[in-house]
């Protein structure tokens, strides 16, 4: 059952009579915005999961992702769908450390289970499940070796997907390197990243900012991202975003400072901050959000600027970033 009983009434008021819920995108494919997505869809969506990512009979699940988030909601829309049982707890960095449950099925970020497998209790727990999904970030390769010997026995997909496509639209499983569609899935690279479009986007395009290598029998593999959208323990932070705020915090001049990441092995990617020396100390900044704080700061004398004057990003932080 839901925490919030209003909530919960009204999910299954919606679900039953076939009306829209409105989730929040989260940032993939540009500023965050209101998504509608619909009860016949939700099911064509997760009986796609059952299909092709769950190797289990027992389809018990536990929702340890945020419920109001399209991870989480997905969740609660695939138990509709299976008619399944299912326990929610608060997400947390450790979902399990608490959870005394029977579940089988469940949903984690890489920095959930970075939680889970530094704690020997939570550790002992995850023995218990048949199927894991993985999703929201990249997820490293120490990580990955780590589930593949230790939980032998657990099917585990690193999925891959958005808000805009209901779920995820392709998964891989651990130990392999290619990302398989669903059905009835087309996807394409355009020059600013790959392209979608099955029956959850309504059979049209939706453009990401994701570069893939398209391979054969509807695969592909990840390159990395083309835009300025960096993914931190699966949350979703637009550079330019944190740089208005720095700006009209600092008033700098944008010549002389911006955002990057580096990579982490909890978070994927962490946010850092450049700047130039010639802006002296940098004063305390207080954010809108809590995920927008860098997570350290780099100064240099100079940075590398195009031919209009934007800075080069990547040149810029060649040789300071790991």
């Given at each position: 059952?839901l925490?919030?009983p209003?909530?919960n009434a ?13 989730i ?5 494919t540009?500023?965050?915005k209101?998504?509608?997505?619909w009860?016949?869809?939700l ?12 190797k289990s009979?027992?389809l ?8 109001d ?17 299912f326990?929610?707890?608060a997400p ?6 608490e959870?005394?449950?029977k ?9 959930q289970l970075e939680?889970i497998?530094?704690?020997p ?9 048949k ?6 970030a ?6 990955e070796?780590?589930?593949l010997?230790e939980?032998p ?5 690193h999925?891959?997907?958005m ?5 995820h639209?392709?998964?891989r499983?651990l130990g392999?390197?290619?990302?398989r569609?669903?059905d009835?899935?087309r996807i ?6 790959m392209?979608?479009k099955?029956?959850?986007t309504?059979?049209q395009?939706?453009q ?7 391979l054969?029998?509807n695969?592909?593999?990840w ?5 300025f959208?960096?993914?931190?323990g ?5 550079l330019?975003?944190v740089?208005?705020e ?7 001049p ?7 990441y580096e990579?982490d092995?909890?978070l ?11 802006l002296?100390?940098?004063p ?9 704080q860098p997570?350290?700061v ?9 031919t ?10 060649q040789?300071?970033?790991?």
């Open positions: 059952m925490g919030n209003e909530i009204d999910w299954n008021h919606k679900w039953n009579t076939n009306l829209p819920f409105e929040y995108t989260s940032g993939s540009g500023t965050p209101p998504h509608q997505l009860p016949q869809l099911k064509w969506s997760a009986e796609q999961t059952r299909k092709h990512f769950i009979d027992n018990h699940q536990l929702i340890a992702l945020p419920i988030k399209a991870g989480g909601f997905m969740q609660w829309a695939r138990a509709k769908t299976w008619n399944s049982e326990d929610l707890c947390s960095a450790n979902p399990l450390l959870y005394s449950g579940a089988k099925v469940s949903s984690f970020t890489p920095m939680g497998l530094s704690n209790i939570s550790k002992e727990k995850l023995k218990e499940f199927s894991i999904l993985i999703g929201g990249p997820i490293s390769v120490k990580m070796a780590q589930l010997k939980y026995n657990i099917y585990w997909v999925t891959f997907g808000t805009e496509t209901y779920s639209f392709a998964g499983t392999e390197n290619e990302y569609l669903i009835d899935t394409d690279d355009s020059p600013l990243g392209r979608i099955n029956p959850c309504h059979d395009w939706v990401t900012f994701d570069r893939i290598s398209v054969p029998e695969r592909f593999t390159i990395g991202r083309t835009d959208t960096i993914n931190s699966g949350i979703k932070i637009q330019e975003t740089e208005r720095i700006h009209l915090q600092t008033n700098w944008l010549s002389d400072f911006f955002c990057w990579n092995a909890v994927g990617q962490k946010l850092v901050l450049f700047i130039r020396s010639n002296g100390p940098v305390a900044l207080h954010f809108s959000s809590k995920y927008f997570k350290h780099h100064i240099k004398e100079s940075f590398v600027y195009s209009s004057g934007k800075i080069l990003r990547a040149e810029s932080a040789n300071v970033v790991k």
